[in-house]
């Protein structure tokens, strides 16, 4: 058997050049699908936003459509209050966030 050094140092700089194309290549291919997937993945303000609205809307409802001072109206304060963890809430700002 015979080796011609021209063909093994043809063949070894095509298999150089194609990883030096191939590899920086492969990197950006998975780099794009990284920022496409962060691009549509929801934000911490979208996530606190749809949790509000998964646990209040049965509570704004409520309080947008009691009298004032009804039984009613303070068990929806009540909710919104649990949710948050206080009582000094603004109670139209968080239905209007949660229904609007």
């Known amino acids: 058997m015979s080796f011609d050094i021209n063909n093994i140092v043809r ?14 290549l492969s ?9 496409e997937r962060a691009a549509t993945a929801p934000t911490a303000v979208e996530v606190y936003v749809a949790d509000m609205r998964e646990n209040l809307v049965g509570a704004c409802v409520d309080y947008n ?5 009804s039984k009613l109206e303070r068990e929806a304060k009540n909710t919104i209050d649990e949710y948050f ?8 700002g968080v239905c209007n966030t949660v229904l609007g």
């Open 11 to 24: 063949t070894a700089s095509i298999t150089v050049i194609g990883l030096i194309i191939a590899v920086p």
């Open 27 to 35: 990197i950006n291919l998975k780099a794009g699908g990284e920022q």
């Open 65 to 69: 459509i009691s009298p004032v001072d």
């Open 85 to 92: 963890g206080g009582d000094k809430v603004n109670y139209q």
